[in-house]
């Protein structure tokens, strides 16, 4: 019989990562790195780039009011998921 594997098992996510829930955290963790490193750089653009005080408050409340959502939504879906 023909082995009809295209994909060698060296390139086997599973086995690499274990599940598909450990697969779908590591993805959720490295999203999270992403946002704290883009607000970062946001926070910074705002306040030395000409955003007077009273818009970067506003700014800051609202990105990370939406984008706390976002997060929360995404995370509450993967436990719902996994449960």
Known sequence: MQDNNIIPEIFDIASLVGTLDTMLWIIT???LLIFAVVSIILYHH???????????????????SVSGLLLATMIISLLIWIL
């Open 29 to 31: 963790a490295g999203v």
């Open 46 to 64: 705002w306040k030395e780039y000409g955003v007077e005080q009273k818009n970067v408050k506003r700014l800051l409340i609202i990105y990370f």
